[in-house]
């Protein structure tokens, strides 16, 4: 096999190694980039005195022909082809001859491969964003159809005091505003163009790189050849970002597979998000959630992964970065399945308000009543503890809090009045709680709206 750098070598490359070197399988997904960046590279080099006006437009029509022949699937890929570069510039030198080979004038695979890979991931955040925006989407839909639909708040997975489903729902929209944030300034971070540092040290032609990062669409350009063929913090910061999102993914997954539980019931999955089992045939199993849950794992593996690649790296570009595109391809991978997927469960999803309201039992409003002994000027402290013998009370006699009687709340403490028992009620329980954050329908109804006012405006 000829390779593009093949001048110093006597023999060529063992098979094995050459299959171990190549990265054509994985890197093919930056094609559109490559031939994006050598365009802009080849009119670049019109401004440096490099190429004739007419020398760039054959290369630049030749690399549209090549992009062509690449987006139609009808490229032939050679054996000697290393990665996506040696394939594109091999088939433009095919296209339009020996001045093919003056287009790598000044540029090395290090400054184009992390121009090529930027360039893709600027476009994928973008991706993500709008995904990530469907599901916020989806949850504020869901939020605003039962947003005062009462059911058992938990922590510890005990029940706590009453929420309402809208009031849970947003809990899980406002990560994922956190996630859009992140994901601007991962995208911010990517936006800065290495191409023209060269193999490391810079390009000794007058290239005008501003002009490059404008035609290319980036934000700034790198300020050191040696960190810019070398920074992957781009790619690092795209991975944790991907992998909170995940994560934040899991952590409604694993609430849903508990809500669909027989034993919660508050909601039932659609046929179309959730699958059954070969032998018992009344399952019907979320293994959607389960998925999402499971897959938080690989996108934590990715990020670990390229992190530890990078950990032991000098400056400039070690073949190590080659590492750098299979977890950033497949978090990518991951994500765009994942995202819609939750957003279809959730547009999908039946609610079940009378389990809910099975489960709304009178503990849930055991603060309430010590919030009441504090109206009635006792210290919280000394309520809490007075109320914690009225549930003892109830506990002992096998009855929920609310068949006790007054004189039995009274044989606790006198300051128990005729009207104690009043709150013994979900919708004020919940109305009491009339504070930004909080339970009461105004209170919802502010959420929802700074939901809306978060959303980006694709998810609108
Ligand atoms: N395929 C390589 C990569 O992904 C491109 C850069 C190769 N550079 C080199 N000096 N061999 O990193």
């Known amino acids: ?120 991931l600027m476009d994928a955040c973008d991706q993500v964003a709008v995904m990530l925006a469907d599901l916020q989407q989806a949850l504020i839909a869901s939020a605003e159809a039962n947003l005062n639909l009462p059911m058992p708040g938990y922590t510890h997975l005990q029940h706590a005091q009453p929420v309402t489903w809208g009031h849970w729902a947003l809990s899980h929209f406002w990560p994922l505003t956190r996630d859009q944030e992140r994901l601007a300034q991962v995208r911010q971070r990517t936006a800065v163009l290495p191409l023209g540092s060269g193999a490391l040290a810079g390009t000794a032609f007058p290239i005008n790189r501003q002009a490059l990062a404008d035609e290319l669409g980036f934000m700034t350009i790198s300020q050191n050849s040696l960190d810019g063929v070398s920074d992957r913090d781009f790619a690092a910061d795209f991975l944790y970002a991907a992998t909170l999102i995940g994560l934040h993914l899991s952590r409604v997954s694993e609430q849903l597979v508990l809500f669909s539980s027989s034993e919660f019931g508050f909601v039932r999955l659609d046929d179309g998000y959730s699958t059954g089992s070969s032998l018992m045939p009344q399952k019907k199993n979320p293994d959607t959630l389960e ?90 402290r000394q309520a809490h503890h007075l109320v914690g013998e009225v549930v003892q009370l109830a506990e002992n006699r ?28 979900f919708a004020t329980s919940l109305n009491n709680r009339d504070i930004t954050g909080g339970t009461s329908p105004q209170a919802l109804q502010a959420q929802l709206e700074a939901a809306q006012a978060a959303l980006p405006k694709h998810g609108r």
């Open 1 to 120: 096999m000829s390779k593009l750098w093949g001048g110093r070598f006597a023999k060529g490359t063992d098979a094995l190694v050459h299959e171990f070197n190549a990265s054509l399988p994985f890197d093919k997904r930056l094609a559109a980039q490559d031939i994006a960046g050598s365009q802009a590279w080849a009119r670049g080099l019109v401004g440096a005195g490099v190429l004739t006006q007419a020398e760039a437009d054959t290369i630049v029509a030749g690399l549209a022909e090549v992009g062509e022949e690449l987006a139609n699937g009808r490229f032939q890929f050679d054996p000697a082809d290393e990665d996506i570069h040696t394939a594109v510039e091999r088939r433009l030198t095919e296209l339009v001859g020996p001045v093919g080979g003056k287009l790598h004038t000044g540029r090395s695979r290090n400054d184009q491969v992390a121009t090529d890979f930027r360039l893709w």
């Open 291 to 380: 998925l999402t849950r499971g897959k938080s794992g690989r996108l934590l593996g990715n990020l670990v992964g390229l992190l530890t690649t990078l950990k032991g790296l000098p400056s400039s570009y070690d073949k190590d970065l080659q590492e750098d595109k299979e977890p950033v391809f497949d978090t990518f991978d991951t994500l765009s399945l994942t995202l819609p997927i939750m957003a279809g469960l959730f547009r999908t999803l039946a609610l079940r308000p009378d389990r809910m309201a099975q489960q709304l039992e009178p503990n849930l409003l055991a603060t309430d009543l010590a919030d009441y002994l504090v109206k009635q000027g006792l210290p919280f």
């Open 398 to 425: 096998n009855v929920p809090l609310t068949a006790l009687s007054l004189a039995d709340l009274q044989s606790v403490s006198d300051r128990f009045g005729a009207d104690a028992t009043a709150v013994f009620n």
